[in-house]
């Protein structure tokens, strides 16, 4: 699912992007490293999360420079995953999950 806040980053309705993979808002050549953070949360065996670097490709066009953190966590019907993009110049160092998410984390 698209919230809000993602159809203000990138520029989209909701409804445009729905059911697409998360690399089409993002420069081809960031599509490894975002699939690799996204692999390295479901392949672990315990919660957790990882963060990188990429570019996304808003729809106004031009590069947005964004940290995907990418999670896993245990819920009562199994493991569930989740990505967010936050802008690289307001997201926390990389690896270092936000005060909200840290209780997750941990």
């Known amino acids: 699912s698209v919230n809000r ?3 203000r980053l990138f520029g989209y309705a909701g409804n445009e ?3 697409d993979h998360l690399t089409a808002l993002l ?3 960031d599509h490894p490293a975002a699939l690799a953070c ?5 392949s672990r065996p315990a919660p957790g999360v990882a963060t990188c670097e ?3 490709r808003p729809s106004s ?3 947005l420079p964004l940290a ?10 199994g493991p569930f995953f989740f990505a967010a993009f936050f802008r690289a110049d307001r997201a926390e160092p990389a690896g270092r999950p936000s005060a909200s998410a840290r209780p997750a984390a941990e």
């Open 38 to 42: 996204l692999a390295s949360v479901v």
């Open 17 to 19: 992007i729905a059911g």
């Open 61 to 63: 066009g031009g590069a």
């Open 54 to 56: 990429v570019t996304g």
């Open 5 to 7: 806040a993602a159809e």
């Open 68 to 77: 995907l953190r990418a999670g896993r966590g245990d819920g009562p019907e």
């Open 27 to 29: 420069e081809p050549a």
